[in-house]
């Protein structure tokens, strides 16, 4: 992966290398203890089906982070994102076996902005359903 990425090596349509990451049981314990989120349907099974859940589920931030991850490996630096949003538009349930959930995401620049800033949209998916809508994020590059 690149140490940075200069603007001028960027266009509309660059695709960013995708990646996949893979979740489970474990690392949802891992987040709520670093987040500080312990909402019970983010660990136990039966509450999350009786209130009309897959399954556990990810944490909405978690999916998020996990998805700018793959801007920030593209660019090199963490502190070059300047915006990041997203709509959460599903769930990602995480089944109790060893695989747990795949969670795949891809990018493209769909925008140049002024000065060596640039707009990403990320494409984010578990099990082929989109996951995050409206997932964007601007970049400051060398």
Known sequence: ????????????????????????????????????????????????????LPNVIAHGMLTMAEAIRVVTDWCGDPGAIVEYATKFTKPVPVPDDDAGASVEVSGKVIEVLDGARVKVELTTTCDGVKVLGMCRAVVQLA
């Open 1 to 52: 992966m690149p140490a940075s990425v200069k603007a001028t090596e960027v266009e509309v349509g660059t695709e960013l290398p995708g990646q996949t990451f893979e979740l489970r049981r474990v690392d949802l314990v891992k987040y709520a203890g670093a987040s500080g989120d312990f909402n019970i349907i983010h660990w136990n099974e039966r509450v999350a089906t009786d209130v009309g």
